[in-house]
């Protein structure tokens, strides 16, 4: 039997509302992950997943200097 690795898991799953809509703010003002990290109290990993998943929301656009 194969041994199992669980991943992603320090990662953040859950955010307030606030959160998202500075993270949308944020993003749509260009801000690079590292702010948005800064600002929001986590990692660049969390910023990531987050970007992942509003984008597959179409809550934010694809900009030039992508997810950095």
Known sequence: ???KVLILE???FIWDEEEVKTFVEMWSDN???Y????????KIL???L????Q???GKIKQRIR???
């Not at 702010?35 to 986590?42: G, P, S, Y």
């Open 35 to 42: 702010q948005i990290a800064e600002v929001l109290n986590c």
């Open 31 to 33: 801000k690079s992950s």
């Open 55 to 57: 984008a597959e929301k």
């Open 10 to 12: 320090d990662a953040r």
């Open 66 to 68: 992508g997810i950095v």
């Open 50 to 53: 987050l970007v992942m998943d």
């Open 46 to 48: 969390d910023v990531a």
């Open 1 to 3: 039997m194969t041994k």
